[in-house]
Nanobody
Framework: QVQLVESGGGLVQAGGSLRLSCAASGSTFSINAIGWYRQAPGKQRELVASISSGGSTTYADSVKGRFTISRDNGLNTVYLQMNSLKPEDTAVYYC?????????WGQGTQVTVSS
């Protein structure tokens, strides 16, 4: 099993920055990729960015050029650096670990961007 703990959320003004962390524990050797997702009130959860064990990254169009996903110690810790934040970035941010037999979710961290 894999456990994921997100941290780093908070309240920030528009134009500000936050860095989210996703700390993985347990059978981390089985993780193939980790993605950051977000869910705003009344909206579906959406993929924000992902990084594979090989280092390949993907981003949603809405965050390209503003957010950067990175990793440390393999995929044991994955970061999401969020710059130039906008009110529409307000959401609960979750990380998800993809393993060979399925996936795991973290509990989420709230990001609120005030205008």
């Amino acid at each position: 099993q894999v456990q994921l703990v997100e941290s780093g959320g908070g309240l920030v003004q528009a134009g500000g920055s936050l860095r989210l962390s996703c700390a993985a524990s347990g059978s981390t050797f089985s993780i193939n990729a980790i993605g950051w997702y977000r869910q705003a009130p009344g909206k579906q959860r959406e993929l924000v960015a992902s990084i594979s064990s090989g280092g390949s990254t993907t981003y949603a169009d809405s965050v390209k050029g503003r957010f950067t996903i990175s990793r440390d110690n393999g995929l044991n810790t994955v970061y999401l650096q969020m710059n130039s934040l906008k009110p529409e970035d307000t959401a609960v941010y979750y990380c998800r670990a993809i393993v060979n037999y399925g996936f795991y979710w973290g509990q989420g961290t709230q990001v609120t961007v005030s205008s």
